[in-house]
Structure formats: C-alpha cells, structure tokens
C-alpha cells in the first residue's frame, strides 16, 4: 500500500506542476500521481490520513515504528494546522494557525 501524499491548495498544486509531463517523461508514474490527494478541506486530507492508518494497522505495520508515514504538503499562503494538545489522540481536533504565527524561512 502506497503512503498517502496529501497536497494542500488543489487549484496551486493541479495548476503548479504538469503532472503528466512528469508521467510521459518518465520522472514518475501514473500510478504515483493517481495516489496524490489534491485537496482544499482539512477533513478530507484527515479522512485520508486515518483511513490510511487504519489499514496500516489492520496488516500489522505500525505501532513498532514500522511503515511509512503519510505526506502534507501545503501551497503557498495555505493556513497550517495544528492538533489542540490537551485532547486524546483520535479526538484532536485541527486548529487554524494564523500566518503570523508560521514561521517564515530566511531567505
């Protein structure tokens, strides 16, 4: 099973990257792209995670520090999330982190 990559900013990523280029010049494979999540909602890349877990859990793969982990990868200017600290793990909930509060490499 193939780890999820989740790309935040659906239109920026689609738009971004010429996908099938990467595919017919063989950088990648089709199978690779139809596995990326092009999203915009934080509950489906969610969904997607645990689902992945999930079965990941099911076959035995984690939980010994086995498996790959799924990827986030945001566009630019997407808002960033992070889980409330004081909630059981499988109950956190994303909470929105304002832009000034990302930290801005040096450039």
């Not at 690779?32 to 489906?44: A, G, I, N, Q, Y």
Request: charged share 20%; hydrophobic share 35%.
């Amino acid at each position: 099973m193939q780890f999820p990559i989740i790309l935040f900013g659906k239109y920026y990523w689609k738009n971004a990257v010429n996908w099938q280029f990467l595919v017919d010049y063989g950088t990648i494979s089709q199978s690779d792209v139809d596995h990326l999540l092009f999203t915009d909602s934080v509950d489906e890349a969610y969904n997607c995670i645990v689902n992945y877990l999930q079965k990941q859990a099911d076959i035995g793969c984690i939980g010994h520090g086995q498996g790959p982990r799924p990827a986030v990868i945001s566009a630019p200017g997407t808002p960033t999330r992070k889980p409330e600290v004081n909630q059981p793990a499988k109950m956190q909930k994303m909470n929105v982190v304002e832009e000034a509060e990302v930290e801005k490499p040096y450039v």
